[in-house]
């Protein structure tokens, strides 16, 4: 009489079988439920512990969550803080640092300011235009590496330019307030450690957008609804 021989599936194989039986079932109910609150939660920026104000971290939250600036890197300049925030394209804090803006307040740029010569600018039209521009890195006309913000309106994020002493624009860019951060003709000047370590290279080989977040104005009013938990309700 011939003995019958019995395999058993061995455990490497029982869990292969396992693992097809899961994958063709698919994921549990509980699974399924989990998932589809992970995709309908708001995504938001990640800055950790960086002071932001309540304004620019619901704009940061609402850029990611919405995806306004799909792959790219991105800026948020809060006028009322006098300060600048750079993400890369994933939404991460990449830097913050102290601005110095333009002298005016008020969120428009004058049409045609762009083509005049500085000495023709009034101190009342030297305004940091609010909204959303598409950034790329570039030179001026004297060489000089630049973020090109507003191209029509000439308006640009570079580093400090100290030559006249008597602005001090170094010093009003080390003081703690923003108070003393108005003196430019429009653009938007940040240390030259800040602008080589951080937008530079955030910058590099990509375009990118540039948030300037209104003063005169809602930014809800400037960039249209958003969800200041970071949801789009664009």
């Given amino acids: 009489m011939h003995k019958t021989l019995r395999r058993t599936a061995s455990a490497p194989g029982l869990a292969i079988c396992c693992g097809l039986l899961v994958a063709f079932m698919g994921p549990s109910p509980a699974e399924?439920?989990?998932?589809?609150?992970?995709?309908?939660?708001p995504r938001h920026a990640t800055?950790?512990?960086e002071h932001m104000s309540i304004d620019a971290r619901s704009i940061a939250d609402w850029v990611v969550d919405s995806n306004d600036s799909p792959g790219m890197p991105f800026a948020i300049v809060d006028k009322k803080d006098a300060r600048v925030f750079v993400f890369d394209s994933e939404g991460r804090l990449l830097g913050a640092a102290a601005a110095l803006l333009g002298l005016a307040v008020g969120d428009d740029a004058v049409p045609g300011i762009g083509n005049r010569a500085l000495s023709a600018i009034r101190p009342e039209e030297r305004t940091t235009p609010a909204g959303?521009?598409?950034?790329?890195?570039?030179?001026?006309?004297?060489?000089?590496?630049?973020?090109?913000?507003?191209?029509?309106?000439?308006?640009?994020l570079h580093p400090v330019v100290s030559a006249r002493t008597d602005e001090r624009r170094l010093q009003r860019l080390g003081t703690p307030t923003p108070l003393d951060n108005r003196i430019s003709y429009g653009c938007i000047n940040v240390s030259a450690k800040f602008f080589e370590t951080i937008v530079r290279p955030a910058f590099t080989g990509t375009n990118g957008i540039v948030y300037v977040l209104p003063e005169t104005r809602s930014s809800r009013t400037?960039?249209?609804s958003y969800d200041v938990e970071g949801a789009s309700a664009r």
């Fill in 132 to 156: 959303r521009f598409i950034a790329a890195l570039d030179r001026n006309l004297r060489g000089k590496e630049i973020l090109w913000v507003d191209y029509e309106g000439a308006v640009s």
């Fill in 32 to 41: 399924a439920e989990a998932n589809a609150l992970r995709t309908s939660l």
């Fill in 222 to 224: 400037v960039f249209g």
């Fill in 47 to 49: 800055a950790g512990q």
